[in-house]
């Protein structure tokens, strides 16, 4: 019997400091702040793009309006920029289900990317906004086809 008091016991004393390890007083969290601005592509507006910031902790994503207008938290400081919009995809559409691109040598299927690479890829976006500590409303991107 003092066994299954002992094994009890141990149960109860790690369920405790779990509890007390994952409370939200000892979770550490990112400051972020409002962004917001317009997407443009070769002087037009962009709809329906994803806008993705990428910080050093903490990544916003938003989509662009029929204005081309987007808003989002992000992580003051340096970020990295990649925006995607998808040729005949409607709302609901996400693209982080895509495991190839469409403009993959070989003829990849998926929808057409109808940003270029420069500015959509994740890893080679070329594009880059320091965000304010107090936030900013003038994170524009006037997007080049070439």
Do not use: H, W
Request: with cysteine.
């Amino acid at each position: 019997m003092s066994d299954r008091r002992f094994v009890a016991g141990l149960v109860l004393l790690a369920l405790v400091t779990l509890a007390l390890g994952c409370g939200p007083g000892r979770r550490t969290t990112v400051p972020v702040v409002k962004v917001s601005g317009e997407v443009k592509l070769d002087g037009q507006t962009v709809s329906d793009a994803e806008v993705n910031f990428l910080g050093q902790e903490y990544a916003g994503v938003a989509k662009t309006g029929p204005d081309g207008r987007y808003e989002l938290e992000a992580q003051a400081g340096e970020n990295t920029i990649y925006i995607r919009k998808f040729e005949g995809v409607g709302p609901g559409f996400d693209a982080t289900m895509m495991d190839r691109r469409s403009d993959a040598p070989g003829g990849a299927a998926g929808p057409k990317q109808l940003i270029p690479n420069k500015y959509s890829d994740p890893v080679a976006s070329e594009l880059r906004f320091t965000v304010p500590d107090g936030g900013s409303k003038e994170a524009n991107f006037d997007l080049t086809s070439r």
